[in-house]
């Protein structure tokens, strides 16, 4: 049995979807948890390596796709992909480029939800590769620090410069600032479209996503129906 096999079998077990064939779950998505799945080894080689790598392999593509690797347009092709996912869109993948938080203490007194909504993001679903893009809405009740606004922008990018479902990158947000506000008290929003949905497979355009998380006092009719009267 392949090992692509065995991992889904594996999945499919978890998930209680025994019996289906990689064909059959499709374009379904299999979340396998909070973490981003990554190799025990995954920064053993330097970036510039990996760009190197990675051009040589995206070669390899454009040549088995019959493109032409000596015409000007495209002979640049694998060093420009390369470089946009090690620096750019992926760049997320690695914990260097977490964004470093300072929190302040919160010497207004404000204690009331503070909203950041209609944060614009780019991401990339893990299952075929192409764009998720959407936007975010982080709100938080200070437990005595604040945190600097750019600062929650700066954590939705870095999760979402990864191969992503989208399930999973509201989790990481919220994780994220429960851990580094030291509260429960968080709330986030994501609405998103895939294009995975709307340029391939049923190519429905007009339909979008929306994932929540509710923590600590957000947890309550009350609070969410405030958190939306913000939004909306």
Known sequence: MKHQ????????????????SEEEIGDDHI???????????????????KKDKIAGLFSQIMDVMGLDLEDDSLKGTP???????????FSGLNPANK?????FDNKYQYNQMLVEKNITFYSNCEH???????????????????????KLNRIVQY??????????????????LRQILETKDVAVI???????????????????????????????????????????
């Open 31 to 49: 979340y396998t948890g909070l973490e981003t799945p990554m190799k025990p080894d995954a920064f053993k080689i330097s970036d510039e390596e």
């Open 128 to 150: 075929h590769f192409v764009p998720i893009i959407g936007k975010a809405h982080i709100a938080y009740i200070s437990s005595g620090k604040v945190i600097g606004l750019s």
């Open 79 to 89: 060093n420009r992909v390369a470089k946009m996912y090690i620096d750019e869109i």
């Open 99 to 103: 964004p470093k938080v300072a929190l």
């Open 159 to 176: 999760y979402a410069k990864r191969p992503q479902v989208q399930e999973r990158l509201t989790n990481q947000i919220a994780a994220e």
């Open 190 to 232: 994501i609405d998103a479209k895939h294009l995975c949905v709307s340029s391939r497979g049923i190519k429905d355009d007009t339909s979008a996503t929306v994932t929540s998380y509710y923590g600590g006092v957000f947890n309550t009719a009350s609070k969410i129906a405030e958190l939306q009267n913000y939004l909306n």
């Open 5 to 20: 096999e065995i991992m889904l079998n594996t999945l499919t077990k978890e998930n209680n979807l025994t019996g289906f």
